[in-house]
């Protein structure tokens, strides 16, 4: 069963399309109006082998906000949609990720339950005209959507580009880790994870 979904979202702030293939070769097309986001979004799909299109377009003459809650919200529907009953998946996936003289930590769930620990203090408030805040504000957009508990930890690092940086790919390699298909069962005793 291929493991794809394409999920469209748009409101009076954006408009957001993403197709995402869980079993990928980490092909990407990111179009998101923001460069350093792209960036982002391109480094996620690589270190996790996904396939992934995202096309958007939002106010991003006001802010980066709308744009990046909204992808995150897209690009969680778009997991829940392509794992279906998530039968057969490992569940759990975890990484440590060196970024020079950063150390990012990260583990996820895909339990049906959704929760955000992020413990990353970013040094600067920008990179370029990218607000940082933003990061968590995505993760917690896509936690959210995806139904996942997900938990982001900066061990140590200074540079904000290399910890930002660091948190994407580690959080792709954590997500590579839960979505291998490791059985033909739930990985659940209740026989569920919704």
């Known amino acids: 069963m291929e493991r794809k979904a394409t999920i469209e979202r748009k409101t009076t702030e954006t408009d957001v399309s993403i197709t995402l293939n869980v079993d990928g070769k980490g092909k990407y097309s990111v179009e998101t109006g923001v460069g350093f986001l792209n960036h982002m979004l391109e ?3 690589r270190h996790g082998s996904f396939d992934l299109t995202v096309n958007a377009n939002g106010d991003t003459h006001i802010d980066a906000h709308h744009t990046a809650e909204d992808i995150g919200i897209v690009l ?10 998530k039968r057969g998946i490992a569940r ?3 990484f440590l990720l060196p970024m020079d003289e950063t150390l990012i930590e990260c583990a996820v769930d895909f339990s049906g339950r959704t929760y955000l620990n992020f413990d990353a203090p970013i040094p600067a408030e920008k990179v370029g005209d990218f607000d940082t805040e933003l990061v968590e ?8 959507r995806a139904g996942i508990n997900l938990h982001i930890i900066k061990r140590y690092g200074r540079n904000t580009h290399h910890i930002i940086e ?3 790919k580690c959080v792709a390699r954590a ?4 979505v291998k298909i490791e059985s033909d ?10």
């Not at 504000?137 to 959210?144: I, L, P, Q, R, V």
């Not at 997500?175 to 839960?178: D, F, M, Q, R, S």
């Not at 069962?185 to 919704?194: D, R, V």
């Open 137 to 144: 504000e995505f993760f917690k957009a896509f936690a959210d």
């Open 92 to 94: 759990y996936g975890f």
């Open 185 to 194: 069962q739930i990985p659940s005793t209740k026989g569920s994870l919704a």
């Open 43 to 45: 480094l996620f799909s």
């Open 76 to 85: 969680g529907e778009a997991f829940v949609k392509a794992l279906g009953d």
């Open 175 to 178: 997500i590579k880790t839960a």
């Open 166 to 168: 660091g948190i994407f």
